[in-house]
């Protein structure tokens, strides 16, 4: 995911790398499991914390950028929850 051209964003990288595994999580869990709840939980507060982190990288202002960051750590806890569960 690194470039030459633009240096690396280890957040950007880290988070995009999560949802693909989400993603393929999902399908497994769809797929192979037959497991419909739970699996739709994960995939959607799974892939929204790197659309988060990416929507505070075009943050209006620094509150802005704080608070779409905190949304990103709230779906991070919500993610855990449902892997746990």
Same mark, same amino acid.
């Given at each position: ?8 964003d ?12 989400? %993603? ?5 869990? %769809? ?21 988060? %982190? ?8 620094? %509150? ?17 929850y449902?892997?746990?569960?």
């Open positions: 995911m690194e470039n030459r051209n633009r240096k690396p280890l957040l950007k990288d880290k988070t995009l790398g999560f949802a693909i595994r989400i %993603v393929n999580l999902n399908k497994y869990l %769809v797929y192979e499991k037959n497991e419909y709840t739970i699996s739709k939980q994960i995939l959607r507060s799974g892939t929204n914390l790197g659309a988060m %982190v990416r929507e505070a990288a075009n943050a209006e202002s620094s %509150v802005d950028f704080i608070h779409k960051l905190s949304i990103a750590q709230k779906e991070t806890g919500e993610t855990q449902w892997l746990e569960l």
